[in-house]
């Protein structure tokens, strides 16, 4: 158990809808990253925040956003929803200081399959 | 975006072979960290590495820190049938006072019993 969690695990909707996925990081970690990665694909970085505030933004689209929370957990919302947005969206936290300083941990990831 | 090369992309081994896998890159890391994934799992960080040289065990794995900092090598010994998954190498960048990740292209490994 990696100590990130990700709700929901299974997600199943029609193309046009919207879903939010939610991440908590790990107890004490201020930064979240988002990946998504597509049947047999690598891992794409989405987007990261740190303390609330968004820190970096890799290839996400316009139809998704994201925020993270004073109390640190984080969604990411997929709106207008295609068939090829059906991938795995993993969340990962990470510590800035302490025994695991630079180590990524991530969720076990949301499924999402868009019909 | 930047990627880590790792090789070899795939191995197929039989049950209780030894397994090496490398992750090269053409810049510094001061940390290498490596991930297994299973199908449909989430990347579990097996083994990091925070100094050059540095040889590091968990189990039947072991990683080494390259001395040029330009590379990584896991090894895994006397292969089972639950090693399967990919095994991605990750670099972190310290920037702006967080981390942003470079990860490999990954090794698939299929073992046969």
């Known amino acids: 158990d990696s100590g990130v969690t990700q709700t929901p695990k299974h997600l199943i909707t029609a193309t046009g809808q919207r879903v939010t996925l939610r991440c908590s990081p790990r107890?004490?970690?201020?930064?979240v990253y988002w990946y998504q990665q597509s049947l047999d694909q690598g891992l794409q970085f989405l987007i990261q925040y740190y303390n609330g505030e968004e820190r970096a933004k890799g290839n996400i689209l316009e139809r998704f956003s994201a925020q993270q929370f004073p109390d640190l957990h984080s969604e990411l919302n997929l709106s207008s929803l295609e068939l090829g947005d059906s991938a795995l969206y993993f969340c990962a936290s990470s510590p800035r200081t302490g025994k695991n300083t630079g180590e990524l941990f991530f969720g076990e990831g949301s499924r999402l399959t868009v019909l | 975006g930047q990627q880590l090369n790792q090789s070899p992309q795939s191995m197929f081994i039989q049950e209780g072979e030894d397994v090496s896998m490398n992750c090269t890159s053409s810049s510094i890391f001061n940390t290498w960290l490596w991930y297994k994934q299973e199908p449909g799992e989430g990347p579990v960080l097996l083994i990091a590495l925070y100094k050059a040289g540095e040889l590091t065990s968990n189990g039947r794995l072991t990683a080494q820190f390259g001395i040029t900092r330009k590379d990584s090598f896991l090894n895994i010994s006397a292969s089972i049938p639950s090693d399967v998954g990919i095994y991605f190498c990750a670099g972190p960048r310290p920037t702006s006072g967080t981390y942003k990740y470079i990860f490999g292209t990954g090794t698939r490994l299929k073992v046969l019993a």
């Open positions: 107890s004490g970690d201020l930064s």
